[in-house]
């Protein structure tokens, strides 16, 4: 029995120690991930400074306001879904899909 014991301990301590390291390199990934976003969104910005073109500028321009409105929009739908599932009485907390929806981190 107390081999047992022994054993469930020490399998409890490597889950401890899993979960830290789990944290410690998601932590360090979220960092990484910012760097790499903004080394990105600095290439971005180099690449739109390269276009001289007046018409391909004003094109790339209306883009991106197109897309700022639909990100707009999304998020607005998307939270709606979400007040919507969470303000139900569903139990959405067991069900994977309810949770991805409910909780959903877009950053």
Do not use: F
Request: no cysteine; charged share 35%.
């Amino acid at each position: 029995m107390s081999q047992l014991s022994k054993e469930v301990l020490d399998a409890r301590n490597d889950l401890k120690e899993t979960v830290i390291r789990n944290r410690i390199l998601a932590q360090e990934n979220a960092k990484l991930a910012k760097t790499m976003i903004g080394l990105a969104e600095e290439a971005d910005t180099q690449w739109e400074d390269n276009i001289e073109d007046p018409a391909l500028r004003k094109r790339l321009n209306a883009l991106e306001a197109d897309l700022k409105s639909s990100r707009q929009r999304w998020r607005i739908i998307k939270g709606t879904a979400s007040a919507m599932i969470a303000g139900s009485g569903v139990d959405w907390s067991r069900d994977p899909h309810l949770v991805d929806i409910v909780l959903d981190n877009e950053d």
